[in-house]
Structures are given as C-alpha cells and as structure tokens.
C-alpha cells in the first residue's frame, strides 16, 4: 500500500479525510440499523401480528443475507472496482430499506430485510479496503480511526434513535431514516470516490469457493443466533449447524490451499504474522467486546427496568470515551505501533468492566456511567488500531480480498460472543432462581423478558447478580486479547522509512 508514500507521516491529507467521510455516511446507517431494529422487534411483532419467534428472522434473515455477500465483497471490487461496488452495495441497502417500510406483512418484511442484508454485508469489508488503500501504512491508525466511530457509536445511539421512533412515530420510520442518508451516502460517493482501481486480471468468479464459504458462514451464524435465543449450546440442532459450519471452512481451507490467489478469499495472507495475530485479535475483540455490549442495554432495561430510550442515553459515556480515545489512539498507532496502544486499550477496558460484574438493583448510575466512559475508552483504543495492524504489511493488491477476511472473522465472533454472554447470563439466572425455589420457564432472553413487572422486586436482584457473573465472562474474553496483541508492531513506520513531508490536514 504505497500510494500514500508521499504524504505526511504526521498528517492525513485531504483525499483521505474526504474519503473516510464518505465511506462513513454510508456506515453509520447499516450499523445504526442493527441496534434499531432490534428495539423494535416487540412493536413489529404487534403491528404486523407475527410471533416473536417468527418476527425475529427479520434480524436472522438479515444477517444470513451479510453473511452471503461479505466473500464475494473482496473480488467485486478487484472485477468492478471499489467505487462501483460500494455504490451498489449502498444503493442495494437504500433500496431495502424503502422496501421495508411498506412491508404489509411480516413475511414480506423478512424477505426486503433480506435485500438489505445484501447491500449491508459489503459496506463494512468495502469500506475497510477503501480506507486502507487511500490511507497507505503510515496512516492506517488515524484512517482506521475514522471509520471507527459509525461501529463504535451504532450499539450507543441506535437504541436512543430506535426507542425513539418506536415511542414517538409509526414502526416504518426506523426503515425510512434511512432513505435520506442512503440518497446522500450514494450521491457523496458518485461525486467524491475515486475510480479506476479494478484489475484487469481479476479472473473468474470463485464459484465453489464461494458456495463453500458462504454456506458455511450461514451454518456457523445461524447456529450462534439459535444458540442465543436457546440460552445454550445444548440443543442438537444448535450443535448441528455449528459443526455443519466448522466442516464447510475446512474444506474451503483445502479448495483455497488447492487453487491459491484465484480463490475468493485466499488463506495464504494468513502466512503473513501480522496479518494472522490481527485476525485473531480482531476475533477475541469481537467476542469480548461486542458481545458485552448485548448485555449493557439488557441490564438497564430489565434489571432496572428502564426504557429503550432511557437506556441508550446511560449507554451514551460509552460513545465519548470512544470518540477520545480513537482521535488518541489513531495518532499513537501511527507513531509507535498498535503493539504499544492496544495492550493500554485492553487494561482500560478490564478496568472499565469491573464496576458492572459488582452490578446490584440499585447501583449508582453515575459510578457506572464513568465506568463505561473507561470502558469505551479501551474499546476504541483497542478495535481500530487492531484493524490498522492487521493490513499494515499486506500489498495493495491483497487488500480487497483480506478486507472481507476480518468482516467475516467479526461477524462470527461478535455472534459468539453473544451466544456465550447469554448463556453466561441465562443459566446463572436460572441456577439462581431454582435456588430460591422459583420455577423457571423459556430460555435465552425471552426467559429475562418475560418475567412479570410486579415480580422484578424480588427477581432484580437475583437477574443482577447474573449480570454480574455475565460480566466477569465478558472480562475473561476482553482479557485473552492481551495474546495476539504481544505480536503486534511496537514501532511507527513499518518499513522504517522517513517520508518527506507534503502539505496535509
């Protein structure tokens, strides 16, 4: 990635921010959508008078759609170019989601999610590439910085805006909102991406690559949602998927090993140490930190019963400290290395778990608001630069198709990671309550949500210690990041170069 050796080490320039700026208006609305929608399931299963089991494949369908296209997200763009792909992949999205907000049905809501999903899936491995190809390696912190922030601040805000127009409007403006900023996203990327980077040679389509990786993708995040809603990884079925999955990525591992660079993902870029520690580390970020952002707006709004938009807005510390912490700890990346900054990222983001595994019925919201202002402070210290060091000694040439690598890697993990934090949470609950000779019904999250509001009295306390304990597994995970992190650069240019300075932002 040498495009950007003629800039500033110590600056991004123009193009780059201008770019990063793009890329994040189509960002933020795939990731605020998430957290949105899953506020509403309760209201949609209403409105469209659907079963909560049923009304949950608009989340499930969804991410099996993202889990279809992130393969084939690397050699779209080598075939057509990133700006031609991001267009689509944005316009797709937009599409959706207009399709969605005039759904008459719950099955006719399912399958437009489903075309979202396909639009959605190739906008954060599109992005990734775009930034890492236009920032070049001595800026990949700060340029990863950017993108950041829709990510990091999606799980924060999303509730707030999903509560909202749940509270305040009718179920098809959480679709709608997204109209505008898709118009807008395509608009700003038609006028200010740059084109003309596919390859001439990007060669056939890998199509049993593809069904191979795809496929197996599907089995092991399926497996992760019913795992999540079982509350466990007992049932067979559960169990079935999983290994249906770990089977699919073995024989996609052989077919790659056998036809090298032309396969849709190539695993020999794990060859690459940094790159390999990355995707490790990006795995156990995803497992530990995004898993325990399930369990924040969980704990407000049943333990202590608040609402949807109350509790994003004790959510939001979390936000802050990550916007301190990416505009810190981009600049830091850049100079002395994510080897130095993610271990630190790490440590504050044990420091700032701690508080919430002591969580009672009555704790302070002010401790815990600055608990989570720590806490989002490790998270951004942490993510980004991970993501920065993964492609910082990859060829520009690998960059599109080690993009959907680390996409595919933090779908997974951040799945397994919930299912793990929810089983952590679930079966403490239920170990407590049999304890008080409570009988115990349902699993997963229906078990929490369906407990009767004149019986929170007596159960909140018993549910809080069980998000403790929930918690205490969060920080185990966060803790295992320290591994693949020893492996990181602990130095600023990774070729040891000096770069004359050029005029920059």
């Known amino acids: 990635m040498a495009n950007a050796d003629a800039a500033s080490p110590d600056k991004l320039d123009r193009s780059v921010i201008v770019t990063g700026l793009v ?14 929608v899953n506020v509403a399931l309760d209201t949609l299963s209403h409105e469209l008078d659907a079963t909560l089991s049923t009304t949950q494949w608009v989340v499930t369908g969804y991410l099996l759609a993202v889990a279809l296209v992130i393969p084939i997200t690397g050699w779209a763009m080598d075939r057509f170019g990133s700006k031609a792909t991001w267009i689509t992949a944005v316009t797709m999205f937009t599409l959706g989601s207009a399709l969605c907000a005039t759904a008459w049905s719950i099955e006719s809501l399912i399958v437009f999610r489903i075309i979202q999903g396909l639009g959605g899936g190739m906008l954060l491995p599109g992005g990734q590439a775009i930034i890492a190809k236009a920032a070049g390696p001595q800026r990949l912190g700060r340029a990863m910085s950017i993108i950041g922030v829709p990510m990091l601040l999606g799980p924060v ?17 959480i679709f709608l909102v997204n109209v505008p900023v898709g118009i807008l996203a395509v608009a700003l ?3 200010k991406l740059p084109s003309g980077d596919h390859l001439d040679d990007a060669g056939r389509l890998d199509y049993l690559g593809l069904a191979l990786l795809s496929g197996s993708l599907v089995c092991l995040l399926y497996g992760l949602s019913r795992a999540s809603s079982e509350g466990g990884f007992g049932d067979w079925t559960v169990i079935a998927w999983l290994i249906g999955g770990a089977v699919g ?8 090993l056998s036809k090298g660079a032309s396969s849709i993902i190539d695993v020999r870029l794990l060859k690459d140490r940094l790159f390999a520690s990355g995707t490790i580390a990006i795995f156990l970020v995803a497992i530990g930190m995004f898993g325990g952002m399930l369990l924040l707006p969980l704990y407000y709004q049943t333990a202590r019963g608040e609402g949807a938009l109350t509790a994003g807005l004790l ?7 990550a916007i301190v912490a990416m505009v810190i700890g981009g600049r830091l990346t850049d100079r002395i290395g994510a080897g130095w900054v993610v271990p630190v990222g790490v440590v504050l983001a044990l420091v700032g778990t701690i508080p919430f595994t002591q969580v009672e019925a009555d704790s302070s919201y002010v401790w815990l608001s600055v608990a989570l202002f720590v806490r989002g402070m490790g998270l951004g210290a942490v993510m980004m630069p991970t993501i920065a060091a993964a492609y910082t000694h990859l060829p520009e040439a690998s960059v599109s198709r080690a993009a959907p690598t680390l996409s595919a890697i933090q779908q997974v993990g951040a799945s397994l990671g919930s299912a793990l934090l929810v089983t952590a949470l679930t079966q403490r609950f239920t170990h407590n309550l049999t304890d ?8 997963g999250t229906d078990q929490i949500s369906s407990v009767p509001p004149e019986a929170m009295p007596i159960i909140s306390p018993l549910l809080s210690e069980a998000f403790g304990f929930a918690f205490w597994v969060a920080f185990a995970l966060t803790a295992v990041i320290f591994i693949p992190a020893m492996f990181f650069p602990r130095h600023g240019n990774p070729r040891g170069q000096s770069t004359p300075a050029t005029p920059g932002l």
């Open 436 to 443: 008080q000779g409570v009988p115990v019904s349902g699993g």
């Open 157 to 173: 805000f999303g509730p707030v805006i999903g509560g909202a127009l749940v509270e305040y409007t009718s179920w098809h403006w």
């Open 189 to 191: 990327a038609v006028w």
């Open 249 to 256: 990525l073995a024989l996609y591992t052989w077919h790659s």
């Open 315 to 321: 959510l939001a510390p979390q936000g802050l400290g």
């Open 23 to 36: 890329i994040v208006s189509g960002m933020i609305m795939v990731v605020l959508d998430t957290t949105i």
